[in-house]
């Protein structure tokens, strides 16, 4: 009975949107048609390779990654206070003499937590308040006022002669980069057939390693400059890319999905057009179809567009995964946002921390670039339960060093933790990182994408928030001086987040958005969505 009242429904919508879909003059063929047009796009997106569909889809591969280039900014000021904090300049213009006996000149521990708290705080609200434009104007203007925003709020930054000024700057930067965290990778999954999904919502991660690499090895240029100008220049140079990117962005496509729901299928069609090559033998029109096939299905399922929606149904499910997914990546353990900063409270250098925490974040770029590998052999499942159980290994061997009975004498201790630390770090990027945006960017409904996104960050900031609270006061010596002790803490809460995702994280790979509503809708379980299959005869989809 469900099968046919879905079969009718769609029957009687498709008449209405048929004209926008195809040129057929006969009336009493268009919901056929329709419908036959929906199945092969769906096929075309199962048929096609990823190296095929990078080919043919090289300008949605370029619009895709030029949005997410957003994120490199983002990452690049929340890695700005970390590393600050173990800035000799820095630390001598805003900080506080400890003595030499605790580390002379640091940034006292309460605005450390402010400032790491500043971008965090912000981006829970930018998040909530992004989907609202986002929905009501779309993308790329939405967009476009994140970054003239940017431009204007890194003057405050630049002009702060007090750490009060720069606290402050910093958590209303937090509000534009809330906005960037939900635009990125909205438009990443909207642009792509489905074997790049993958692919390029995974280079979010790269653009956030990129971020933190680039921040810290242009601190690690200026750790010897006594002036002011050791942190005024990285402040300037976030300038760079609001003038890149607004270059760009007129030439953008705009997500078709959103001109799809707002009902304006020309527009819709012409931006799949931008998106191809001319010569690629993509049948755009089918495409749409596709897309206009499961907007009418997530129509049929009532599946609603505002934030409430996220909690009803079977979007409460796909809501906790996002969530959890999140929590997860800021619980793991990695110390990239204060590596430097806990490189030298393990007895390291200024240097040696600074030095340690460029490798880091190369080795993190890597990672981040090999992370294909285990996207196209494993899938994101099996890669992702791989790298949390490495990690969880990895947290309780660094930990359980400051037990060795010359720890504090035998120097080679610290740098067998901080190379374990650089091995979590390459592994974290490969799986982890990457794979928690694929699968957030994969799992809403298309309707509540934005939304669902938008409340995953929100938690993620959250989460960020209790860990940039949690990691300088356990680190600080000034406060309870735990040193890598700390990753007892995020062992412990990463045997709990394997456990969760044996249990609840789907395989999402080699799904379309159709089909993922359909499979949460019949409340398939996590551990079978990879092997769940379709009949010949489904009326819900065809493939």
Same mark, same amino acid.
């Given at each position: 009975?469900?099968?046919?009242?879905?079969?009718?429904?769609?029957?009687?919508?498709?008449?209405?949107?048929?004209?926008? &879909?195809?040129?057929?003059?006969?009336?009493?063929?268009? !919901?056929?048609?329709?419908?036959?047009?929906?199945?092969?796009?769906?096929?075309?997106?199962?048929?096609?390779g990823?190296?095929?569909?990078?080919?043919?889809?090289?300008?949605?591969?370029?619009?895709?990654?030029?949005?997410?280039?957003?994120?490199i900014?983002?990452? /690049?000021?929340?890695?700005?206070?970390?590393?600050?904090f173990?800035?000799?300049?820095?630390?001598?213009?805003?900080?506080? *003499?400890?003595?030499?006996?605790?580390?002379?000149?640091?940034?006292?521990?309460?605005?450390?937590?402010?400032?790491?708290?500043?971008?965090?705080?912000?981006?829970?609200?930018? !998040? /909530?308040?992004?989907?609202?434009?986002?929905?009501? @104007?779309?993308?790329?203007?939405?967009?476009?006022?994140c970054?003239?925003l940017?431009?204007?709020?890194?003057?405050?930054?630049?002009?702060?002669?007090?750490?009060?000024?720069?606290?402050?700057?910093?958590?209303?930067?937090?509000?534009?980069?809330?906005?960037?965290?939900?635009?990125?990778?909205?438009?990443?999954?909207?642009?792509?057939?489905?074997? &790049?999904?993958?692919?390029?919502?995974?280079?979010?991660?790269?653009? /956030?390693?990129?971020?933190?690499?680039i921040?810290?090895?242009?601190?690690?240029?200026?750790?010897?400059?006594? *002036?002011?100008?050791?942190?005024?220049?990285?402040?300037?140079?976030?300038?760079?890319?609001?003038?890149?990117?607004?270059?760009?962005?007129?030439?953008?496509?705009?997500?078709?999905?959103?001109?799809?729901?707002?009902?304006?299928? *020309?527009?819709?069609?012409?931006?799949?057009s931008?998106?191809?090559?001319?010569?690629?033998?993509?049948?755009?029109?089918?495409?749409?179809?596709?897309?206009?096939?499961?907007?009418?299905?997530?129509?049929?399922?009532?599946?609603?567009?505002?934030?409430?929606?996220?909690?009803?149904?079977?979007?409460?499910?796909?809501?906790?995964?996002?969530?959890?997914?999140?929590?997860?990546?800021? @619980?793991?353990?990695?110390?990239?946002?204060?590596?430097?900063?806990?490189?030298?409270?393990?007895?390291?250098?200024?240097?040696?921390?600074?030095?340690?925490?460029?490798?880091?974040?190369?080795?993190?770029?890597?990672?981040t670039?090999?992370?294909?590998i285990?996207?196209?052999?494993?899938?994101?499942?099996?890669?992702?339960? @791989?790298?949390?159980?490495?990690?969880?290994?990895?947290?309780?061997?660094?930990?359980l060093?400051?037990?060795?009975?010359?720890?504090?004498?035998?120097?080679?201790?610290?740098?067998?933790?901080?190379?374990?630390?650089?091995?979590?770090?390459?592994?974290?990027?490969?799986?982890?990182?990457?794979?928690?945006?694929?699968?957030?960017?994969?799992?809403?409904?298309?309707?509540?994408?934005?939304?669902?996104?938008?409340?995953?960050?929100?938690?993620?900031?959250?989460?960020?928030?209790?860990?940039?609270?949690?990691?300088?006061?356990?680190?600080?010596?000034?406060?309870?001086?735990?040193?890598?002790?700390?990753?007892?803490?995020?062992?412990?809460?990463?045997?709990?987040?394997?456990?969760?995702?044996?249990?609840?994280?789907?395989?999402?790979?080699?799904?379309?958005?159709?089909? &993922?509503?359909?499979?949460?809708?019949?409340?398939?379980?996590?551990?079978k969505?990879?092997? /769940?299959?379709?009949?010949?005869?489904?009326d *819900?989809?065809?493939?």
């Open positions: 009975m469900e099968k046919e009242a879905h079969s009718t429904a769609l029957e009687n919508v498709a008449s209405n949107i048929e004209h926008e &879909l195809t040129n057929a003059g006969e009336t009493g063929k268009m !919901a056929s048609i329709s419908e036959a047009m929906a199945n092969n796009g769906t096929a075309q997106e199962h048929r096609l990823s190296w095929e569909a990078f080919k043919l889809y090289r300008k949605g591969a370029f619009w895709s990654m030029f949005i997410s280039l957003s994120i900014m983002r990452a /690049y000021d929340i890695e700005i206070s970390g590393n600050f173990a800035l000799p300049a820095f630390q001598t213009h805003f900080g506080v *003499d400890y003595g030499p006996d605790h580390g002379g000149f640091q940034i006292p521990a309460r605005w450390q937590v402010a400032m790491g708290m500043g971008s965090l705080v912000g981006q829970i609200v930018g !998040a /909530y308040l992004v989907s609202f434009p986002m929905e009501r @104007f779309g993308r790329k203007k939405t967009f476009a006022v970054l003239v940017t431009a204007i709020l890194t003057f405050m930054q630049f002009f702060a002669n007090t750490i009060g000024v720069l606290t402050a700057s910093q958590y209303l930067s937090g509000i534009v980069w809330g906005g960037y965290c939900v635009i990125a990778t909205t438009y990443a999954s909207e642009v792509l057939p489905l074997s &790049l999904r993958g692919f390029l919502t995974g280079y979010i991660n790269l653009c /956030y390693v990129m971020g933190q690499f921040q810290t090895g242009v601190t690690r240029g200026f750790i010897n400059r006594p *002036d002011q100008w050791a942190y005024k220049i990285p402040f300037a140079i976030q300038w760079i890319w609001p003038v890149v990117l607004l270059a760009g962005l007129p030439f953008a496509p705009e997500s078709p999905w959103w001109l799809v729901r707002q009902n304006n299928m *020309d527009k819709a069609e012409k931006s799949l931008k998106l191809v090559q001319k010569d690629s033998g993509i049948n755009i029109k089918e495409t749409l179809a596709m897309m206009v096939k499961t907007d009418l299905l997530e129509r049929e399922l009532e599946v609603g567009t505002t934030y409430a929606d996220c909690w009803k149904g079977h979007n409460r499910r796909r809501m906790e995964i996002c969530i959890l997914l999140f929590v997860i990546q800021n @619980f793991s353990g990695n110390p990239v946002g204060f590596a430097t900063y806990f490189f030298e409270q393990i007895g390291l250098n200024n240097v040696q921390a600074f030095d340690m925490g460029v490798g880091l974040n190369g080795v993190g770029f890597v990672g670039c090999l992370s294909a285990p996207l196209i052999y494993l899938g994101r499942r099996p890669a992702y339960i @791989f790298g949390l159980s490495f990690m969880v290994t990895i947290l309780f061997i660094v930990a060093l400051t037990f060795a009975h010359d720890y504090t004498t035998n120097f080679s201790y610290r740098w067998a933790q901080a190379t374990l630390l650089i091995i979590l770090q390459f592994v974290w990027q490969a799986t982890l990182g990457p794979l928690t945006y694929v699968v957030v960017c994969e799992t809403p409904s298309t309707k509540l994408r934005s939304k669902t996104i938008a409340i995953a960050t929100m938690i993620d900031a959250l989460t960020g928030l209790v860990t940039s609270v949690i990691g300088p006061y356990l680190l600080n010596p000034g406060a309870a001086g735990a040193g890598a002790k700390i990753e007892f803490l995020y062992g412990g809460i990463s045997v709990f987040s394997l456990i969760w995702t044996i249990f609840r994280m789907p395989e999402t790979k080699g799904r379309t958005y159709e089909e &993922l509503d359909i499979m949460f809708e019949r409340g398939v379980p996590a551990r969505f990879a092997s /769940y299959k379709f009949e010949e005869d489904d *819900d989809v065809r493939v």
